[in-house]
């Protein structure tokens, strides 16, 4: 359902269509579902890589195989999808020489996974790509961050992840005390150099990525029980904080809700029984969040050449039927590409995990 909530944000048309303002800022917080991923693939990365002593227990080469195998094909089936929209829209402003030079730099850094750390590149021919590098990074430190963690008691595991949630709110703090671009209005609209680096930098958002990993060792630590309640308390505290409207999107943005996010990961360990509807999207929730926004630049350009429509997209129909077929498409992605893949990718006796996305 997170990936879908992007997938809405992404077809949203927010000059033609309206709705009460509450569901427009439910729509408009769509990137906070990447703080919820962040914190999700922390927690479950620890509980699926870690032994009863508080180790990795695989080698280090086969949990970076395992990640690599887990991402990167069908990240890179999304720059592929992409490349020729890419080439489309530099065509369509002028085919300037240098300007394509530059593009395909963006493209080879995107390919490379580092295209987060410069802000200007970070939503370069893929835009939801971004967070998997944001993910790659994370991934490289994540085989030496189990150990010290193993070490901490509970309290101090709390402690931490209380620490790491503060640190993530210092940037936005900063920025709304600065206001470094000069701004008078930041949303989630808004495209600058430092509310770039706020959203999209690897070493803005690892707090949230740290604290799943805090909150995954307490919970393979505590070996407690959880309550499904607690998803649900969580979900409702986001949900009210988001529809009030009086938090600053700057600040909204990052960690903010990321406690509320862990008690909806930690809620969701105690659900035993879920609808195969539900495994099948959870399975295939990767591969929508990857190849959707590729996916619909495609059907816009249909739309311009079948029917000469400058975005087709604003139909709330045709935006309706993009998604399903965004979903479906993810579907089979993910049977037919994704999975196979993986399990060739992976080799032999590989770590379980479960599926999530990123």
Not at 140 to 149: D, I, K, Q, T, V
Not at 340 to 350: D, N, S, T
């Amino acid at each position: 359902m997170a990936a879908l909530w992007v997938v809405i944000y992404h077809l949203w048309r927010w000059d033609t269509w309206t709705a009460p303002a509450a569901v427009t800022r439910m729509v408009a917080a769509g990137p906070l579902a990447v703080t919820f991923f962040f914190v999700l693939s922390g927690f479950i990365l620890v509980y699926a890589y870690t032994d009863d002593h508080g180790e990795l227990r695989t080698t280090t080469a086969r949990f970076f195989r395992a990640r690599f195998a887990r991402i990167y094909p069908v990240y890179l089936l999304g720059l592929v999808i992409a490349f020729p929209v890419v080439v489309a829209l530099w065509r369509k402003a002028g085919a300037d020489p240098g300007a394509f030079r530059l593009e395909m730099i963006k493209g080879i850094a995107a390919a490379g996974l580092v295209q987060s750390w410069v802000p200007d590149w970070a939503l370069a021919w893929n835009p939801p790509a971004w967070s998997i590098a944001v993910e790659a990074s994370f991934y490289a430190l994540f085989p030496w961050g189990l150990r010290p963690l193993a070490k901490r008691t509970a309290a101090q595991l709390a402690g931490l992840a209380t620490g790491l949630w503060v640190l993530s709110l210092l940037p936005s703090v900063a920025y709304l005390a600065w206001s470094p671009d000069g701004l008078d209005v930041v949303d989630h609209r808004t495209h600058a150099f430092w509310i770039d680096a706020l959203k999209y930098h690897p070493l803005a958002r690892l707090p949230e990525l740290l604290m799943g990993m805090c909150a995954g060792a307490l919970f393979v630590q505590s070996r407690s029980t959880a309550r499904p309640e607690g998803a649900v308390l969580g979900l409702v505290v986001a949900g009210v904080v988001i529809a009030s409207g009086v938090v600053p999107y700057a600040l909204l943005h990052n960690g903010l809700l990321a406690p509320a996010f862990v008690l909806v990961v930690w809620g969701l360990t105690a659900v035993r029984r879920v609808p195969r509807l539900a495994v099948w999207l959870g399975e295939s929730s990767y591969a929508l969040y990857i190849l959707h926004v590729p996916v619909l630049f495609w059907i816009v350009g249909w739309g311009q050449r079948r029917h000469e429509v400058d975005n087709i997209l604003e139909r709330p129909g045709a935006a309706a039927a993009a998604a399903v077929a965004c979903v479906a498409l993810s579907g089979l992605v993910y049977r037919a590409f994704e999975s196979p893949l993986r399990r060739r990718l992976r080799g032999r006796r590989p770590v379980e995990e479960p599926d999530a996305a990123p």
